[in-house]
């Protein structure tokens, strides 16, 4: 019986170091596939990290992108409003000039029933024209007596007046026009120092 117990105690305890290389086995296998799982978790760490980045960019761009465009159409409205607005502005260019023609025909002096008569058709005809220029927006810009104003005069002499306060518009020689708040001729006008 002790032979049997002998043995039985070798084969316990040989039982006993396979269950510990085993163990030591499990414990160097647990530590190396942690080890991976620690590896594996870094690595999607750092993977989560650069798509948080790359969504912050993105998300930045395309507010950039947003505010860009919301830019791009409100310049597009304003430009379509301005065209809008002075659309006629190239017309009543080429028209001024006739206009001063008109004014300086009708200064004339006659003594003449036919030349009357033909300065009265005239005067309808520039009275019509004027009419039609203030429906479009155009308004003559005053100017003698006003102080002077460089947006809106264009100074081609200067006197020395006493009658007048310095800066001030004394003659015009040339009429000035606005088509609604932008100038499209400057008065040339006479300034007192």
Same mark, same amino acid.
């Given at each position: 019986?002790?032979? @049997? ?15 510990? $290389?085993? #163990? ?11 080890? @991976?799982?620690? +590896?594996? %978790? #870094? =690595?999607?760490? @750092? ?7 790359? %969504? ?21 409205? =304003? ?12 017309? !009543? ?9 008109? $004014? ?18 005239? $005067? ?5 024209? !004027? ?24 100074? !081609?002499?200067? !006197? ?14 040339? &009429?000035?026009? &606005?088509? &609604? +708040? ?12």
């Amino acid at each position: 019986m002790e032979k @049997e117990q002998r043995t039985y105690d070798a084969t316990v305890e040989q039982f006993e170091d396979v269950q510990d $290389e085993q #163990a030591q086995e499990e414990q160097v296998q647990s530590g190396e596939t942690q080890q @991976e799982e620690q +590896d594996e %978790l #870094a =690595l999607a760490y @750092e993977k989560i990290a650069q798509l948080e980045a790359k %969504l912050a960019e993105t998300e930045n761009r395309l507010l950039r992108l947003h505010a860009d465009f919301d830019n791009y159409r409100r310049r597009v409205r =304003l430009d379509m409003e301005a065209a809008e607005k002075y659309r006629a502005q190239s017309l !009543v260019s080429d028209l001024l000039p006739i206009l001063d023609n008109f $004014e300086r025909a009708l200064q004339v002096q006659v003594e003449d029933e036919k030349a009357k008569s033909l300065l009265q058709g005239m $005067e309808m005809v520039y009275r019509a024209l !004027v009419e039609a220029l203030k429906k479009e927006g155009v308004e003559v810009i005053e100017s003698v007596g006003k102080p002077f104003d460089p947006h809106v005069h264009q100074a !081609v002499m200067q !006197v020395d007046d006493q009658n007048y306060e310095p800066n001030t518009v004394v003659e015009e020689f040339q &009429k000035g026009y &606005k088509l &609604k +708040d932008r100038v499209i001729r400057p008065a040339m006008v006479k300034v007192n120092q």
